[in-house]
């Protein structure tokens, strides 16, 4: 018997037809125009919303969501920053654990499809909706060819679709007039429900914080535009003699309100119209109060606002660094939970539906984002070097998982060092070095010592006797050039500064050599 990922059975019809099609009062509602209740708002019908919102009515709060998108030019820009943000991620089906050979053949079926699905970076992105309606939700369309059951796509289902159960505000039911709503098909949604905060439904997602600040923010916005509109113009004072007609005292009036645009007017004789003081005030108080909402919308969605805004006191280098940390931490919360409405509505579904494998909702493929992030190479390297001369046993796979390099597949080429006998401009030049030595005159046996051994070294052949000769230079080497240059001043007292020269980008050369011989 096919069953959902609760165990629930289920019939065909439901991931065959899709739901909102076949119910004619739900899709009634797919024709409604939103209602825009931003329009005239107040905090009084602000918060009458929000308290039809805990009884079940989610449409008025997703309509005031989409007006606060579109009339809100910063939260849809911050908005923008943290949803596209799943974009960029890659993704991989992870098999279950210890799998068989049928299970992974399973999961790379699914993978394949999802792969090819041009459809799928678009549901990603109609998911993130959720982090300010607190749900989002999309209806999958299905097709049956060669022997599969294959997704074709999906339609966006606006959230004034839906309500709560009255018994349980929690599950998600689409309006068809009645008081409990219709369930929705097991294997027919892909339901993320976005929690930004704990709580029902209606509260989980954001737009309840940024409600507030954006009613707020539009009144400083009203009252700026007026102050603007009135700013710089003279305070214009008629007066009419007494006994004015209602007809004269409107004629005043006209001419009052018009004069300060139009520049000029005419009336009556016998009235006046005096000019005062320019109106005077600043628009400080107003840009504060849309500052402040603004940051504080910026912190509700990003957590910062560094990464949206700068004010040339605060904004260094160090904490706009620290804020991005933020967003990104944010990121990987927000794509944690999408995995698992990933996971449970689509990617169980084509399990229970496809796979050979399918035994249940415990051992089924599980979607996965790649958060992982390439250490610093230049910084790892030397690191990994002494950990493994100090005996570390460092995976190979650790190290590739670490640096985000591929591991070869099939006899693929790889990188590697060239052989050493194809020598390089420093061993090249080490070897013209001796070759200059042993065309000099003769010298002191210590020389010849030290010229032999190092010789010896870079042709392959060490013997115990040229070992002797050459370690304890190396090994001071190694602590400090200075006071080998003073060994080999010291062992050969008649050379020059040339001859001294040749000898330590010799020993450069070959204490490189050495230490790659003995890693």
């Known amino acids: 018997m096919l069953v959902d990922i609760y165990g629930n059975p289920i019939s065909s019809a439901d991931f065959t037809e899709q739901q909102t099609q076949n119910d004619s009062r739900v899709g009634q509602l797919l024709r409604q125009y939103a209602e825009h209740p931003s329009e005239g708002l107040t905090p009084a019908t602000l918060a009458q919303l929000l308290r039809r919102a805990e009884q079940g009515d989610l449409a008025a709060m997703a309509d005031l969501a989409k007006d606060i998108e579109d009339k809100d030019g910063h939260v849809f820009s911050e908005l923008s920053k943290r949803r596209k943000a799943w974009l960029k991620l890659d993704w991989y089906l992870e098999p279950p654990r210890n799998p068989n050979k049928q299970e992974e053949l399973d999961t790379a079926a699914i993978n394949e499809q999802l792969e090819d699905a041009t459809w799928f970076t678009d549901l990603l992105f109609d998911l993130s909706d959720g982090i300010l309606k607190g749900f989002s939700t999309c209806e999958i369309k299905r097709e049956y060819t060669e022997k599969q059951h294959v997704v074709t796509g999906y339609d966006f289902r606006d959230q004034n679709l839906f309500i709560t159960h009255p018994n349980d505000f ?27 905060k704990s709580g029902y439904v209606h509260r989980a997602g954001l737009l309840s914080v940024l409600a507030w600040p954006y009613l707020f923010k539009n009144y400083s916005i009203r009252d700026l535009a007026e102050f603007l509109e009135i700013y710089g113009l003279p305070l214009r004072l008629g007066k009419y003699p007494s006994g004015a007609s209602d007809t004269e005292k409107n004629t005043l009036l006209r001419a009052v309100l018009s004069i300060g645009h139009n520049a000029g007017g005419i009336i009556p004789k016998g009235m006046d119209i005096e000019f005062e003081n320019a109106a005077q005030g600043q628009s400080d108080p107003f840009e504060a109060m849309i500052r402040w909402c603004e940051l504080t919308q910026s912190k509700a969605i990003l957590g910062a606002t560094l990464t949206s805004q700068a004010d040339g006191k605060t904004a260094t280098n160090a904490l706009g660094n620290v804020h991005a940390d933020v967003l990104s931490d944010l990121v990987e919360a927000d794509v944690r ?11 169980y579904t084509q399990h229970a539906l496809n796979s050979k494998s399918y035994s249940g909702a415990k051992r089924m493929p599980k979607f996965r984002f790649d958060l992982s992030e390439a250490e610093d190479i230049q910084a790892l390297a030397p690191a990994l070097k002494t950990m493994v001369e100090t005996g570390f046993q460092i995976p190979v796979s650790w190290v590739h998982e670490k640096t985000n390099i591929p591991e070869p597949q099939n006899g693929e080429a790889v990188l590697g060092l060239q052989p050493q006998a194809q020598n390089t401009q420093q061993s090249q030049a080490a070897l013209k070095a001796l070759a200059v030595l042993k065309a000099s005159p003769p010298v002191e046996p210590a020389q010849v010592a030290l010229d032999t051994a190092l010789d010896a070294l870079i042709n ?23 006071l080998a240059a003073v060994e080999i001043a010291t062992l050969l007292n008649t050379a020059d500064s040339e001859v001294l020269t040749e000898y330590l980008t010799k020993l450069f050369f070959v204490a490189e050599l050495w230490g790659t011989i003995n890693e």
Request: aromatic share 4%; hydrophobic share 30%; net charge negative.
């Open 460 to 482: 392959g052949d060490m013997r115990d006797e040229y070992q002797n000769a050459v370690k304890p230079l190396l090994h001071t080497l190694r602590k400090s050039e200075e």
């Open 337 to 347: 939970q999408l995995e698992q409405t990933i996971t449970r509505d689509l990617i």
């Open 170 to 196: 929690n599950e998600l039911r689409l309006n068809d007039s009645t008081v409990e709503g219709q369930a929705l098909n097991p294997f027919g949604w892909v339901k993320h429900v976005h929690k930004s």
